[in-house]
């Protein structure tokens, strides 16, 4: 008698997913943790604002419940650790409720870091400090683990050449690998001039020229920027830079770059032929050009007038 032939088969749902994800099923459970049993995600880089967008997530949290349950991890003391969902508990703190729906998943720090950094790329707005520290973080992760390629949806847990990491980020996030460096950069500053960066008052390339200044001249430079109610384009702060290399961005050095004035500041000439504009000294501000043109002719006509009279 023949022995019984292994078909292999598996059940439908197998053949449309990876071993990873069959993995994760089997390591995560779905349960209502009490609040005050998880902890928030160290450094998390993504701000809870008690905003309008919170007002409304608590009202719907209130009549609908937690739709998407959030995922936590278990810590060595037995509580939890909150991976993915920081808003939601927050929203359901403030609605009173006492326990929240949990995926409760098998996940080490690193794994802990990808899945907290991209269950958050999704939102609608990010400001560019939440990148800057999400990116980072990601970017540690995935080196420590020499990033492994199933991290990005292969099924195949190959290991990633040194010095991918960051071309796996790009492609990951869909940022390029030039504007990731920059955001990573700014978790160099200071906190009160990346504060002016979330709020667009400087622009993230000269932000991250300002970002190799030592702490002192930022400092400096954050102070000039209020009292003087102006910021820094890119060529200023380009010179900045160059001057702290050399060791001699003083005070006195910022203060001077920051009264040069702007090429956006400069009010073009009011006379496109070039004739006239010789004519009219440079001492003359832009905005009185036409007011000075006008004297000039006034003159030459009396003078004229005169002269005929004669």
């Known amino acids: ?34 609040i005050s049993m998880i902890s928030d995600f160290p450094d998390h880089p993504y701000k809870v604002l008690d905003d309008d967008s919170m007002a409304e997530l608590v009202e719907s949290i209130k009549i609908r419940g937690v739709i998407q349950p959030v995922i936590v991890r278990v810590k060595d003391d037995g509580n939890y650790e909150m991976v993915s969902g920081h808003r939601r508990k927050h929203a359901c703190e403030l609605a009173g409720l006492e326990t929240i729906p949990c995926r409760v998943q098998d996940l080490s720090r690193d794994e802990a870091v990808i899945s907290m950094v991209d269950s958050n790329l999704q939102r609608e707005t990010i400001l560019p400090s939440e990148k800057a520290k999400a990116y980072k973080m990601r970017l540690e992760s995935m080196k420590r683990q020499g990033q492994r390629s199933d991290l990005t949806s292969s099924p195949v847990a190959t290991k990633l050449q040194t010095g991918r990491a960051d071309d796996e980020l790009a492609e990951i996030v869909g940022e390029g690998k030039d504007n990731i460096r920059r955001y990573i950069r700014l978790n160099e500053l200071v906190p009160s001039l990346l504060d002016m960066v979330d709020e667009k008052k400087i622009a993230l ?45 003083t005070g006195a050095v910022i203060e001077s770059i920051m009264e040069e ?9 009011q006379f496109k032929d070039e004739r006239i504009r010789k004519l009219i000294p440079q001492s003359i501000p832009r905005e009185r050009e036409s007011d000075y043109v006008v004297q000039a002719l006034e003159f030459y006509n009396r003078h004229r007038d005169r002269g005929q009279e004669r």
Request: net charge negative; hydrophobic share 30%; charged share 35%.
């Open 205 to 249: 390339r000269p932000a991250v020229e300002i970002s190799y200044l030592t702490k002192e001249e930022q400092n400096v430079l954050s102070d000039c920027i209020e009292y003087n109610d102006a910021t820094p384009s890119h060529a200023q702060t380009i010179k900045m830079r160059k001057f702290s290399e050399e060791g001699r961005l």
């Open 261 to 269: 004035e702007k090429p956006n500041q400069r009010i073009p000439s």
């Open 1 to 34: 008698m023949k022995g019984k032939i292994d078909l292999a088969l598996h059940p439908v749902d197998d053949l449309f997913t990876t071993e990873d994800l069959r993995q994760e099923k089997r390591h995560e459970l779905l349960m209502d943790i009490p």
